[in-house]
């Protein structure tokens, strides 16, 4: 099968010509920091000559053309529901349409961690499994779960991708999306300065001079020995492992994928996660395996197949 796909982000946004678990060709274009807060439409745009190639290359083979959102969507209207600030006038757009107007394609969309998991299942960390829990972490935290082979959504498209807000802290810092403490708030690439600067030894710190405090260099200067970034780091592991504990009693996984662009340390996260992950979490049946993803930022673009594959199944069970 073979499918269009494009990833929206924070920063950044991303297409490509997927072939069941490969990618043929790919293009990825940094978004301007104006542009990153309104104009949905002229980011959705800024990709369409690359994927009309990619679409006249795949010829009358393209199934269609599988869009991530990294909000809140309803897949089913194929329309935007929430962005928690970021792209406002995302619910305005009608991308079903967009789509079938500028490429003559059907579009399906989906969050971008649900994308993201469906990648790693079908090509990743969690293939063999079908019940599966993903956590990104990067500028913000992302969530998603999988539970006997169908990607959870709920009444309202919630269920399983909120996982960057939940509560890991109740007296903790203020969230973007309003609630206290949240695993985003307390651990995540945008709220790092805020935490750096409240942590003892801040002042003596080599992060004090950092240039950029992103989850890079503070594991850089723990590596090091700055007591302030192993403190800084140490703190957002047991944040992380506390939302992973709570995913996994929430939606009972057999394997946990934790992906996202701080994983880049991943050697220096993911023994003290699964170590804290195995000491927490109550799983009378075994242990949940804990693995870092194997897809980087191509996780969601290889989500395509798998995401258009089970819609055709649900489309033939109608
Ligand atoms: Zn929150």
Redesign the pocket.
């Known amino acids: 099968m073979k499918v269009l796909a494009v990833d929206l982000g924070g920063s950044h946004v991303a297409c490509a010509l997927v072939e069941d678990d490969s990618i043929v060709k790919s293009e990825s274009f940094q978004l301007p920091p104006a542009a990153r807060m309104s104009d949905v439409l002229a980011l959705v745009e800024q990709p369409l000559l690359a994927l009309r190639e990619m679409a006249s290359h795949s010829g009358a083979e393209c199934s269609g053309l599988a869009f991530s959102f990294c909000g809140l969507v309803n897949p089913l209207a194929g329309r935007i529901v929430s962005t928690n600030g970021k792209y406002d006038d995302g619910r305005e757009l009608d991308l079903g349409k967009w789509a079938l107007e500028r490429l003559s394609l059907r579009l399906l969309l989906e969050n971008d961690a649900r994308t993201a998991l469906l990648g790693e299942y079908y090509a990743g960390a969690a293939r063999g499994f079908d019940d599966v829990v993903m956590m990104t972490l990067g500028t913000g935290v992302g969530g998603a779960a999988m539970i006997n082979g169908r990607l959870l959504h709920g009444k309202h498209f919630q269920a399983g991708c909120l996982g960057?807000?939940l509560g890991v802290n109740y007296r903790g810092r203020v969230?973007?999306?309003?609630?206290v403490g949240?695993?985003?708030?307390e651990a995540s690439t945008w709220a790092l300065p805020a935490i750096c600067t409240a942590t003892p030894g801040f002042e003596e710190s080599v992060l004090r001079h950092a240039p950029k405090l992103d989850f890079q260099t503070v594991f850089a200067a723990s590596a090091e020995g700055d007591e302030c970034a192993i403190r800084v780091g140490d703190t957002c592991v047991e944040a992380w492992a506390a939302g992973c504990v709570t995913m996994i009693h929430a939606y009972d996984p057999e394997v946990v994928v934790v992906g996202g662009g701080t994983m880049r340390a991943a050697e220096q996260i993911l023994p003290a996660l699964g170590a804290h992950i195995s000491r927490c979490a109550w799983t009378p049946w075994g242990k949940v395996k804990v693995r870092a993803a194997k897809l980087g930022s191509a996780a969601s673009l290889l989500g395509a197949v798998p995401l258009f594959r089970m819609n055709s199944q649900m489309d033939a069970r109608k």
């Open positions: 960057g807000h969230c973007t999306c309003g609630n949240c695993l985003e708030s």
